[in-house]
């Protein structure tokens, strides 16, 4: 079956490293999307991509970025960690402009010490 | 711009009682509008979502959501609850022109046996 993976599942790293989480999706959806999820805060959209090559900040995208060299993946990285990107991290996709709904993955946890 | 507001965190209800969880919308422009349910430890599924036509819409374990557009609100409704519903539910609203999506904060409904 078809689906959309996120690696790892639980990551923890020191302050100040660079980390990137990998989603990696087989519908060969052409939009994909990355959120943040904090208490109190809902889900926040990060980046967000409509295809090769295409990348677009969302409304917290500092400290965060995206590339797009292929359908199946969209990595998010971080490029400094800081404590405040502690995190549940989401990436989800959808076909495209005339479809609806997005398809979520299970979620990265990260913990940034 | 598009934005979801979600009026309660948190509903506590007993088991076989009804529910409602509330959701508001703001847009300039026409919109899709979505429910999505967050299990425990779980990614995010869609339970349903309204594009267009009857304003009454039904989507899976019995939920279902009615689309005001003079109120801007889409809540949700289920006339009887069951233990297993305990979860986080998100509102989530995207434009007819753009893919991505934006959710509330979330409200979690946690049932009382």
């Not at chain 1, 959806?29 to 805060?41: E, K």
């Not at chain 1, 090559?53 to 995206?66: A, L, P, W």
């Amino acid at each position: 079956d078809a689906e959309i993976t996120q690696s790892p599942r639980h990551k923890i790293t020191e302050t100040g490293r660079q980390v990137t989480l990998a989603c990696h999706q087989t519908w060969n959806h052409n939009n994909m999307f990355w959120y943040r999820q904090d208490l109190g805060h809902g889900l926040r959209l990060i980046h967000y991509s409509y295809g090769v090559q295409d990348t677009n900040k969302g409304e917290v995208s500092d400290g965060y970025s995206v590339s797009r060299s292929n359908t199946e993946d969209l990595p998010l990285t971080l490029e400094s960690a800081a404590s405040s990107q502690t995190s549940v991290y989401f990436c989800a996709s959808s076909p495209g402009p005339r479809d609806t709904e997005a398809f979520f993955g299970q979620g990265t946890r990260l913990t940034v010490v | 711009a598009q934005s979801v507001t979600q009026l309660d965190s948190q509903v506590p209800v007993f088991e076989e009682a009804p529910v409602e969880l509330r959701c508001n919308y703001s847009s300039s422009v026409s919109v899709y509008l979505f429910w999505y349910v967050q299990y425990p430890n779980q990614g995010l599924q869609l339970l349903l979502k309204y594009l267009s036509g009857s304003t009454l819409v039904k989507g899976i374990n019995g939920f279902e959501a009615e689309f005001n557009k003079s109120q801007t609100s889409f809540h949700l409704r289920k006339p009887s609850v069951h233990i297993s519903d305990t979860a986080e539910y998100f509102c989530a609203v995207r434009s007819l022109i753009a893919s991505k999506i934006i959710f509330g904060s979330g409200t979690r409904l946690s049932i009382r046996p």
